[in-house]
């Protein structure tokens, strides 16, 4: 008869003489054995709170767990009050899924004792193999049905019965979405799938159940949190907690990639869930393209630039709001006027601060005004111009048209927002 997985666990930590522990690839607790002997504070702490904690967790990655392939001795961390340890991964065909954790106050453990140790990993990475191919087809499901209610489908309705009726989410509740996007920094591609997984599921550790949904991809992940009222104060504070979770994942991830959170507007149904996701993707786009705005930028505050996104999302169907600018943002010459121009924009017609922002001479400012007043035929003596000149740069912005040398967070050229629905450069909705 097959062990189970504790009997496995029970019977490695009877033949190394020692508790045993075994943790996820998130050093997330999964199973431990009996403890018949004293545990130090890192131990007992690890089995209260089911999770290592974010203390600990720092200090080991500078230990590469990520890319172990044998056993591991650690030595004792006495400010963490932390005895010497030995890890042991977990893996199958070749994938990490966790990790065997046992106490080695001594240093006793013989090479017998790992051999042991590695042959139990084996055995405990085909179960977690298995339990983890049965939560994903689990997973898949729930995520057909999510992706059904992020979506303009007649059938979101019924996605978001089945949602209700799992207990998913309450029906007496509305619903608030929320997109966390990767940006990277110095490449044209990001991955975070791993901490975008373990920021969620800490995030999940602090919230009860249907009070949230998520979808994680590659480089986004899309989270759906329940509000009592138009007016629910804890959206904010999950939100704040989603971010921090979130970002913490990520400081520990090594990719390179900052983050970008867009926050839809309320919805009084879960069914009208895609009109609130489509505003968190279009906020998300603006916290990345547009300077100002911060990196968490909530639909409902956005104020004038809900109409720059707006008008950004129709792709090629945005209406020329400054005919004489056109031309100009086809021009890579004309790139120091353009950036000189929305400086000057920006700070509402302020020549001593735009010169000052642009370290450039007051006449040579006012020489590339006067320029680009010709090249553009316009006139920035005129309040109705300087309105459509403006709308047509942070249009241009968000399409990709207009890319500042200046900007903190680029986006890559082949990702610009295009097409009637297309409002992200990642797809609406993807599953894990």
Request: hydrophobic fraction near 45%.
């Given at each position: 008869m097959e062990l189970s997985m504790q009997q496995i666990l029970e019977s490695l930590a009877q033949r190394v003489g020692r508790p045993a522990v075994l943790e996820d690839r998130f050093m997330r607790l999964i199973a431990f054995s009996s403890h018949d002997r004293p545990i130090d504070d890192v131990r007992e702490d690890s089995i209260l709170r089911r999770h290592a904690s974010s203390e600990v967790r720092g200090w080991?990655?500078?230990?590469?767990?990520?890319?172990?392939?044998?056993?591991?001795?650690?030595?004792?961390?006495?400010?963490?009050?932390?005895?010497?340890?030995?890890?042991?991964?977990?893996?199958?065909?070749?994938?990490?899924?966790?990790?065997?954790?046992?106490?080695?106050?001594?240093?006793?453990?013989?090479?017998?004792?790992?051999?042991?140790?590695?042959?139990?990993?084996?055995?405990?990475?085909?179960?977690?193999?298995?339990?983890?191919?049965?939560?994903?087809?689990?997973?898949?499901?729930?995520?057909?049905?999510?992706?059904?209610?992020?979506?303009?489908?007649?059938?979101?309705?019924?996605?978001?019965?089945?949602?209700?009726?799992?207990?998913?989410?309450?029906?007496?509740?509305?619903?608030?979405?929320?997109?966390?996007q990767g940006v990277p920094r110095r490449t044209s591609a990001v991955d975070i799938e791993d901490a975008l997984a373990q920021g969620v599921a800490d995030f999940r550790r602090v919230v009860r159940r249907g009070q949230a949904l998520d979808l994680i991809n590659r480089d986004h992940a899309v989270l759906l949190l329940s509000s009592a009222?138009?007016?629910?104060?804890?959206?904010?504070?999950?939100?704040?907690?989603?971010?921090?979770?979130?970002?913490?994942?990520?400081?520990?991830?090594?990719?390179?990639?900052?983050?970008?959170?867009?926050?839809?507007?309320?919805?009084?149904?879960?069914?009208?869930?895609?009109?609130?996701?489509?505003?968190?993707?279009?906020?998300?786009?603006?916290?990345?393209?547009?300077?100002?705005?911060?990196?968490?930028?909530h639909w409902s505050?956005?104020?004038?630039?809900?109409?720059?996104?707006?008008?950004?999302?129709?792709?090629?169907?945005?209406?020329?709001?400054?005919?004489?600018?056109?031309?100009?943002?086809?021009?890579?010459?004309?790139?120091?006027?353009?950036e000189t121009l929305e400086t000057y924009l920006d700070v509402a017609g302020n020549a001593q601060l735009t010169a000052e922002r642009l370290n450039l001479h007051r006449t040579s400012l006012y020489y590339r005004l006067q320029r680009l007043e010709q090249l553009a035929h316009t006139n920035l003596k005129s309040g109705a111009e300087r309105l459509a000149l403006h709308l047509s740069l942070k249009v241009a912005r968000m399409t990709g048209q207009y890319a500042p040398r200046q900007a903190g967070l680029e986006l890559p050229a082949s990702a610009s927002a295009t097409g009637t629905d297309n409002v992200t450069p990642f797809p609406a909705v993807a599953s894990r």
């Open positions: 080991l990655k500078r230990f590469a767990l990520p890319n172990l392939r044998r056993p591991l001795r650690l030595p004792a961390n006495p400010e963490l009050h932390m005895l010497p340890r030995v890890c042991v991964p977990v893996l199958y065909r070749g994938k990490l899924l966790g990790h065997l954790w046992f106490v080695d106050a001594d240093g006793s453990m013989s090479d017998a004792d790992l051999d042991a140790c590695m042959q139990g990993a084996a055995d405990l990475g085909e179960w977690l193999h298995r339990e983890s191919v049965a939560s994903l087809f689990s997973s898949a499901r729930l995520a057909d049905t999510m992706h059904m209610l992020l979506s303009s489908s007649p059938m979101s309705a019924q996605a978001a019965r089945s949602l209700i009726d799992a207990g998913y989410m309450p029906a007496r509740d509305g619903v608030v979405a929320v997109v966390l009222g138009d007016h629910d104060i804890y959206v904010d504070e999950r939100v704040e907690a989603l971010v921090e979770l979130t970002r913490s994942a990520l400081a520990g991830d090594g990719g390179g990639a900052a983050l970008v959170v867009g926050v839809g507007s309320r919805r009084d149904a879960l069914e009208d869930a895609y009109s609130s996701f489509r505003e968190a993707r279009m906020s998300a786009d603006a916290a990345r393209l547009l300077p100002g705005l911060g990196d968490v930028v505050r956005l104020g004038i630039h809900q109409i720059v996104v707006k008008l950004a999302s129709l792709g090629e169907e945005v209406p020329t709001v400054h005919p004489g600018l056109g031309n100009l943002l086809d021009d890579p010459d004309a790139l120091p006027l353009l």
